[in-house]
């Protein structure tokens, strides 16, 4: 299994401090989120790799950190590829930088993709576990407690086995406070369907998208997150996720 983690965004709402360092390598307690997020997947069962997608304006900053992890770890193969994007006029979206992926690489065994901005307060190999033993696509959720925070995420509502009967992306008026995350996974069966889903013209950018035209075609599943979650997306929350986790 690859783990896939999405990484070439440009984090405008974090400017200035995204203008010369990707949203991923911004610290929180000490650390960049990247290594959060690693440190929290890393332990997945079958896990054969690491890609970590950028573009070309921080590949050069990602490969250094992924030199240096790879020099504390050698035994987990991390490789950043550079999608060509410069701006957020020509930049390919999460789901079009995930195809890019899995060509560039030919990509042929099952995927955990995660963006590269979620950070987690547990380890979370038992997502991977649970995966395994599903082979269906798997969307992580999270309950967010409010509706009113429901609305800046996307809306899941599960059945009794926790397979997805709807979903709907930044809701006016939500019914549930559990929402879908960015961490998924696509066994290597369906990667030919992310692919033409694309090439079909559908919306490449947000990964959540992917879900929406997936669940009425084929079952998908949900993994309840533990612990806590935080989605990096503007300055109080990066300052938030400091204040919380400099005491786990």
Not at 74 to 86: C, K, M, N, W, Y
Not at 194 to 210: C, F, L
């Amino acid at each position: 299994m690859k783990l896939i983690i999405l990484a070439a965004g440009y984090a405008t709402r974090l400017h200035p401090l995204t203008l010369t360092q990707p949203k991923p390598l911004l610290e929180v307690a000490g650390k960049p989120i990247l290594a959060h997020v690693m440190q929290h997947l890393r332990q997945t069962p079958e896990l054969s790799s690491v890609t970590i997608i950028s573009n070309h304006r921080f590949f050069e900053h990602f490969s250094r950190w992924a030199a240096e992890q790879q020099q504390k770890d050698p035994h987990l193969p991390i490789e950043v590829i550079d999608d060509g994007s410069t701006n957020e006029t020509n930049r390919l979206g999460a789901i079009g930088d995930l195809v890019f992926a899995i060509e560039k690489q030919s990509i042929d065994e099952d995927v955990i993709v995660v963006a590269g901005d979620n950070l987690f307060s547990q380890d979370i190999a038992a997502f991977g576990t649970y995966c395994l033993s599903r082979q269906a696509p798997v969307l992580g959720v999270h309950d967010v407690g409010r509706l009113e925070h429901t609305r800046q995420y996307s809306e899941v509502h599960v059945n009794m086995e926790g397979q997805i009967t709807s979903f709907a992306e930044k809701p006016e008026d939500p019914t549930t406070t559990v929402i879908g995350i960015a961490l998924y996974y696509y066994p290597r069966t369906l990667l030919p369907q992310i692919i033409q889903y694309v090439r079909d013209g559908n919306n490449a950018d947000q990964p959540g998208r992917m879900i929406q035209w997936l669940y009425p075609r084929t079952p998908v599943y949900t993994w309840t997150l533990p612990g806590l979650w935080y989605d990096i997306g503007s300055k109080e929350t990066l300052e938030e996720a400091n204040r919380i986790f400099i005491h786990l």
